[in-house]
């Protein structure tokens, strides 16, 4: 099994940054790529970026240049760097990884909430 955990979820101001944190434990050779999803309220989940051990990161035409997701091996972290922050970015941030065999997001955190208010 994998664990994950996010942090640095909170309350930004239109056009700030936030940094989201995500540490993997537990069975980390069954990890391939590792993403970063949200849910807005009223709204369906949805895929933000993500990003393969060693590989540039994909995103969300929403979110593209403005969103950065990295990768630490050795730290078994990801992270997604958040600039020129939107009102349309308050969500709850989940975490997520995809297991190695089956191709698909199987692991999960408990989300962290991005709040956007001036």
């Known amino acids: 099994q994998v664990q994950l955990v996010e942090s640095g979820g909170g309350l930004v101001q239109p056009g700030g940054s936030l940094r989201l944190s995500c540490a993997a434990s537990?069975?980390?050779?069954?990890?391939?790529?590792m993403g970063w999803y949200r849910q807005a309220p009223g709204k369906e989940r949805e895929l933000v970026a993500a990003?393969?051990?060693?590989?540039?990161?994909s995103y969300a035409n929403s979110v593209k240049g403005r969103f950065t997701i990295s990768r630490d091996n050795a730290k078994n972290t990801v992270y997604l760097q958040m600039n020129s922050v939107k009102a349309e970015d308050k969500a709850v941030y989940y975490c997520?990884?995809?297991?190695?065999?089956?191709?698909?997001?199987?692991?999960w955190g408990q989300g962290t909430q991005v709040y956007v208010s001036s």
């Open positions: 997520a990884a995809e297991d190695r065999i089956s191709g698909l997001y199987e692991y």
């Open positions: 537990g069975s980390i050779f069954s990890i391939n790529a």
């Open positions: 990003i393969i051990s060693g590989g540039r990161g």
